[in-house]
Nanobody, 127 residues
Framework: QVQMVESGGGLVQPGGSLRLSCAAS????????MGWFRQAPGKEREFVAVVNWLGISTNYADSVKGRFTVSRDNSKNTVYLQMSSLKPEDTAVYYC????????????????????WGQGTQVTVSS
């Protein structure tokens, strides 16, 4: 049974940092790109970041560019999201998903291009 488990969320002050992890079990996802999305209360789930299967190609939403870094460790079947300079508007539940190809194409911002979502981890940025 495939399972994706996000962790690392919590309460942080504006300007702070967090590192999210997404560990996969049940099968290996080293041949697939991986993405991070987030959903704030009352809003739709939105794209945050994507990393290709090798971990050498990445892309980010404009709202997080320069502050967030996505990476992966295929030996651990885990993808990470390092978040810095956090803002209150980053408050959301963060989810990871498995993209359907090794290298992402133009649909990487669309959650319908992903499978095997985790349960999410809450990130709250507040003073």
């Amino acid at each position: 049974q495939v399972q994706m488990v996000e962790s690392g969320g919590g309460l942080v002050q504006p300007g702070g940092s967090l590192r999210l992890s997404c560990a996969a079990s049940g099968r290996t996802f080293s041949d697939y790109a991986m993405g991070w999305f987030r959903q704030a209360p009352g809003k739709e789930r939105e794209f945050v970041a994507v990393v290709n299967w090798l971990g050498i190609s990445t892309n980010y939403a404009d709202s997080v560019k320069g502050r967030f870094t996505v990476s992966r460790d295929n030996s651990k079947n885990t993808v990470y999201l390092q978040m810095s300079s956090l803002k209150p508007e980053d408050t959301a539940v963060y989810y990871c998903g498995v993209y359907r190809r090794a290298n992402y194409v133009s649909d990487y911002v669309d959650q319908r291009a992903y499978d095997f979502w985790g349960q999410g981890t809450q990130v709250t940025v507040s003073s």
